[in-house]
């Protein structure tokens, strides 16, 4: 038996065992299950309490959700008298026992309680869910955040790229993986099975995913890559319907044209970074001519900041573009918007270059993503999505980011220190540039 359906078949034993667990009721309430498995030290009893609870939890209505979670916050909380207490012990002895107590009273009782439910097979996919009804109240309940930061540092260790399967997805993945990578693509959505096909099946095509071994069914994190001669400055001549496939001997360049989150619930747990350079050093084995490693990314605050600076300038070509996106449409932006390209990318430039947020970086999120991997800025594309989202978010713009395997850590360390962007010359003469 080869390794992988020997490891198919010991998850499939451990989800078996865990829709066992979860078919035994207990007329307990959950917070009655809570308090049981919290002094339970037995596995077999403790996975047949956690599997009810997640049951019990399942069942419950949002509103029911809202009050378990305040249980678990003002319930099980911190006792900040005894964590002094324990570490000015530790401060004296610095012994392990010392060390030991210390550091098991200054965990929430909360986390321990999720690490407990934790040991029922299926329960991390369950847990994530859990979160996600979380954040849906955070607006609502501000003290819930506290079991936010419990959950979020727990997932960061579950979820580290230890554990992280890379999997490449293509047309013979099952399809109840592909119907997700439909359902979770969220940068350009794919329209039906063809549209999957088209980026799936073509040999100039790519899509690799993070898979977790709690979660085998479930993708985390999922790119798309283009494989092309040059570097594409439009989306919609990458994706269109009839395009030529470019022979392998004449790749030059991977594209990463979609980056798509999957788990709401894992908000905060960062896989991007080290997806995309997996897959950068993947490819390059696979395809040695590779030369460039960039993106095809969206800009999706550059619309919202334009209607801003409109609105606080006061400027006469600000006012005219705010007028022409007001009253375009996908088939008349091209034309309407063509006499503005210039001032368009200065301001793109302004943008990105000069106006940051508090912390010195930039406004835009998908920047502060890359620009964060170590890529630097390489170029803008006019025009290179006119779908509804890109008028919508991005006034039909888009980006390049470029990843140098030789200067994406220079590039890490110096935007983390000082927010220093690296770009083009071109680019830095753009943002020096004044409208009128």
């Not at 540092?153 to 047309?171: E, M, Q, S, Y």
């Not at 690799?208 to 994190?221: R, S, T, V």
């Not at 030529?244 to 991007?272: E, H, M, R, W």
């Not at 930039?362 to 800025?377: C, K, M, W």
Request: with cysteine; glycine share 4%.
């Amino acid at each position: 038996m080869s390794r992988t359906l020997f490891l198919q078949d010991i998850l499939s034993n451990v989800f078996e065992r865990g829709r066992m667990f979860r078919s035994e009721k207990d007329s307990r309430d959950i917070v009655e299950l809570c308090d049981a498995i919290l002094s339970e030290q037995g596995e077999v009893s403790g996975s047949k309490l956690a599997a009810n609870i997640l049951v019990r939890f399942q069942s419950m209505e949002l509103e029911d959700k809202r009050k378990f979670f305040v249980h678990l916050v003002e319930n099980l909380d911190l006792d900040p008298e005894l964590i002094i207490e324990f570490a000015q012990a530790y401060a004296q002895e610095k012994s392990p026992d010392a060390l030991k107590t210390l550091t098991k009273f200054a965990d929430p009782q909360r986390r321990e309680l999720l690490r407990r439910i934790n040991q029922t097979p299926g329960a991390t996919e369950l847990l994530v869910g859990m979160r996600e009804d979380l954040l849906k109240l955070l607006s609502q309940e501000p003290q819930l955040k506290c079991l936010d930061v419990d959950f979020e540092h727990l997932f960061t260790a579950w979820f580290n790229r230890g554990f992280l399967v890379l999997k490449p997805i293509d047309w013979k993945t099952p399809a109840n993986i592909l119907e997700k990578i439909i359902e979770y693509e969220a940068v350009h959505a794919i329209n039906d099975w063809d549209d999957l096909r088209r980026r799936l099946q073509p040999e100039d095509r790519r899509c690799f995913a993070f898979f977790h071994p709690a979660m085998p069914e479930e993708p985390l994190i999922f790119v798309e890559v283009a494989l092309t001669k040059q570097v594409p400055q439009s989306v919609n001549k990458l994706l269109a319907e009839e395009r030529d496939t470019i022979d392998p001997n004449n790749f030059d360049t991977a594209v990463f044209y979609s980056i798509s989150n999957c788990q709401k619930g894992l908000l905060g747990v960062s896989f991007g970074n080290f997806l995309i350079k997996q897959v950068l050093h993947d490819l390059k084995l696979e395809f040695p001519n590779l030369k460039n490693f960039v993106t095809l990314s969206p800009i999706p605050g550059f619309r919202k900041w334009l209607e801003g600076e409109s609105a606080n300038s006061g400027k006469e070509v600000l006012a005219s573009i705010q007028k022409v996106l007001d009253i375009s449409e996908v088939g008349t932006a091209s034309e309407r918007l063509a006499p503005y390209e210039k001032p368009m990318k200065v301001l793109l430039a302004k943008y990105f270059m000069t106006d940051k947020r508090r912390d010195g970086k930039p406004i835009d999120p998908v920047a502060r993503f890359h620009l964060g991997n170590g890529a630097s800025l390489l170029q803008f594309n006019w025009m290179a999505d006119i779908s509804t989202n890109g008028l919508n978010q991005s006034a039909c713009m888009m980006v390049n980011y470029k990843y140098d395997i030789s200067t994406v850590e220079e590039n890490h360390e110096n935007y983390e220190h000082e927010g220093a962007v690296n770009t083009t010359r071109e680019i830095r003469s753009l943002a020096k540039q004044e409208l009128k």
